[in-house]
């Protein structure tokens, strides 16, 4: 039996805690996946049991910087783990590192998850400082993307070819237009065949950028005036954002899911999908949208990569919400494409996603450099 223990704040459903679970649920029976988090509970703890992993608590390093130092030896070194993965944004992630290697992990792996943070001067003072002790202490570097690589590790370890890039895959087999769902999904919230939704994945914080996305959509309202919103996720910033429409008067315009387990069936249900996030590393969701042959419009800020199937239109966020609503509409008038074959060429589907991971993380031996 061969097992990873990964570190991350929780098991919510965001962007990381995501990639981990579709790598969790393709790996082979003898491969398991158990965790360290910090939060009291989490969106994919029940599943997380169910294949057989393990989870460990220990407390808010912010609150608890020692205990939690600690509690992380004890784990590592309690249940002689040897791969330690950490998944995390900046170089602050080191700290969990130092305690797993003091706990005897032979292999330490860093995963960047983002492109950017809202960190302080200080905060980034604060990164640059430690990025030299995360990359001489890491022995795997892992993103998804360059522009997340180069934000944890620094262009120059990208540049040297030091970090390894694994993509966040989809299960094609899942991750598909399905009429049957799109109808279902349109019942459910009472959406006539013909009218527009317009849809957006991911949790209220000031990183997705809602409160622009409001003003687009309010605009697109101007040009099609039954189109609706669908807005799927939670988060700190929500009650700010029904606020915001409210202001607006658009109430019965704009539909909240909430947090969903279903959303490949919601993703059929979309027209089009809008991402106007101040910063990515890799999102998962313009991936799963592509997958079932979404047309998505999403900001130039974020990575090049993720438009790999034609599907993608970049937009600044200098431009106007007005400008954004025109390219929104002239991109739904074009429709779903098949997106099967795009997704094997680039390597984006789970199986070669796993196969990847897998050898980058699971098969990496302590003396390889």
């Known amino acids: 039996m061969k097992r990873l223990l990964c570190i991350l704040s929780s098991l919510d459903a965001g962007g990381a805690e995501t ?13 398991k996946i158990d965790f360290i988090v910090s939060a009291k509970s989490g969106f994919y703890e029940k599943e997380v049991i169910e294949l057989g992993g393990r989870i460990f608590r220990v407390p808010l390093r912010t609150k ?13 070194k309690d249940n002689r783990y040897t791969h330690v993965l950490k998944l995390c944004d900046t170089p602050i992630g080191v700290y969990d ?11 330490l792996c860093v995963r960047s998850c983002n492109a950017g943070s809202s960190n302080s001067k200080l905060g980034t003072l604060v990164n640059d400082f430690l990025r030299p002790f995360l990359n001489i202490m890491t022995d795997v570097k892992i993103a998804p993307s360059r522009l997340a690589a180069e934000f944890t590790f620094g262009k120059a370890e990208v540049e040297a070819g030091k970090v390894k890039f694994i993509h966040n895959g989809v299960d094609l087999n899942v991750y598909k237009f399905d009429k049957d769902n799109r ?20 949790r209220f914080n000031q990183q997705k950028n809602h409160k622009f996305l409001i ?20 988060g700190e ?11 607006l008067g658009i109430e019965e315009s704009v539909i909240f899911t909430g947090i969903r387990s279903d959303v490949p069936a919601l993703l059929s249900a979309m027209d089009v999908f809008v991402f106007p996030s101040f910063y990515e590393g890799m999102p998962n969701t313009v991936i799963e949208a592509q997958a079932t042959g979404l047309p998505c419009v999403i900001a130039d800020t974020i990575t090049e990569e993720v438009g790999f199937t034609g599907l993608v239109e970049y ?24 997106t099967h074959n795009e997704f094997i060429k680039y390597a984006y589907d789970i ?6 991971f897998n050898e980058i993380v699971f098969l990496k031996r302590s003396n390889e450099s």
């Not at 990639?19 to 003898?30: G, T, V």
């Not at 687009?216 to 799927?232: R, Y």
């Not at 199986?351 to 990847?356: A, E, P, R, T, Y």
């Open 19 to 31: 990639f981990m679970m579709k790598i969790f649920r393709s790996l082979p029976e003898d491969y």
């Open 64 to 76: 608890q910087p020692i205990k939690t130092f600690k509690a992380i030896y004890d784990v590592v």
């Open 97 to 107: 590192l130092l305690a797993a290697k003091i706990g005897g992990a032979k292999v």
């Open 183 to 202: 109808e279902k999904i349109r019942r459910e919230f009472i959406i006539a065949d013909e009218q527009l939704v317009i849809g957006h994945i991911g």
């Open 215 to 234: 003003e687009v959509f309010a605009e697109v309202l101007k040009q099609k005036p039954d189109a609706l919103l669908m807005l799927v996720g939670d």
């Open 237 to 247: 910033k929500k009650n700010e954002i029904k606020e915001q429409i409210k202001a």
């Open 315 to 338: 937009l600044s966020l200098r431009v106007s919400s007005h400008e954004w609503a025109n390219n929104v509409m002239a991109l739904c008038k074009k429709g779903r494409i098949d």
């Open 351 to 356: 199986d070669s996603v796993k196969n990847n």
